[in-house]
């Protein structure tokens, strides 16, 4: 329709002040998702990293009571360390295999509740004979890590925006608020009002202009009242 307006005819039409506070927003954001993801991921990494690392350490101690149980016969302190590790929080369970090839590979599996079990295996060898020790683990300390990261940088971040927006409201309203009054000024100028005084004390470039069209007006204004007195004046004399 000839009559429809183009919706960037809309937002060039727009107030200077919304004109450079919307893109900002928009921008803020963007960067505001961008920072969530990037911590996200971060988060995970450096957790799945010290998890993984955490479940490595658990096998090779596990390997070295097993060790010390078959070369000396003493299974106590080996079942207790069994016991202790299969009560930490991530783990689902310690098992041990007769080896029967190959060390058994480690797996990944995704779990309904979208959380994942991962197996690691170590293998002991005493005398020729050798034992598989595997440990199954899962990664939802992880996700609660990033839970957590994100729900703390996301209250940085958006109290962060929040305050960004409204300093730069404020500064956009310092700058847009006088020319709007210029403008205004303006009107009541040309339909031969007297203009009121600027009451602006800055000396940057908004309230430069502001000393200058106070100047301009106050002249105009003269100019006007001496042109009436004149045009007065003659006309009393004719």
């Known amino acids: 329709m000839s009559g429809q307006r183009s919706w960037w005819s809309i937002i060039y039409d727009l107030p ?4 450079i506070i919307v893109p900002v927003i928009v921008l803020e954001l963007f960067v505001f ?3 969530m993801r990037v911590t996200t991921t971060s988060v ?8 993984h690392t955490e479940a490595r350490s658990r096998l090779r101690l596990l390997g070295s009571a097993y060790l010390q149980m078959t070369l000396t016969g003493e299974q106590e302190y080996f079942r207790e360390l069994v016991n202790v590790v299969s009560r930490a929080p991530d783990v689902v369970s310690v098992e041990l295999r007769t080896v029967e090839d190959a060390l058994p590979v480690d797996t990944m599996v995704e779990r309904p509740d979208g ?3 991962y197996t690691a295996w170590q293998r002991v060898q005493v005398f020729g004979d050798a034992t598989d020790i595997g440990i199954s ?3 939802q300390g992880v996700l609660l890590a990033v839970s957590d990261a994100r729900t703390r940088y ?8 929040i305050l960004t927006t409204v300093v730069l409201w404020a500064m956009i309203f310092a700058i847009t608020d006088p020319v709007s009054r210029v403008a205004e000024a303006v009107g009541r100028l040309a339909a031969g009002e007297e203009p009121p005084k600027f009451d602006i004390s800055r000396r940057d470039e908004v ?3 502001a000393h200058a069209f106070d100047s301009m007006a106050e002249q105009l204004h003269n100019a006007r009242i001496q042109l009436e007195a ?9």
Do not use: F, H, Q
């Open 16 to 19: 200077l002040r919304y004109k």
């Open 207 to 209: 309230g430069k202009l």
């Open 33 to 35: 998702a961008a920072a």
């Open 44 to 51: 995970r990494a450096v957790a799945n990293r010290s998890m």
């Open 230 to 238: 004149m045009l007065a004046e003659r006309t009393r004399r004719l």
């Open 115 to 117: 959380t994942r079990l």
């Open 137 to 139: 683990y899962t990664d």
């Open 154 to 161: 996301g209250w940085i971040l958006g109290i962060g925006m």
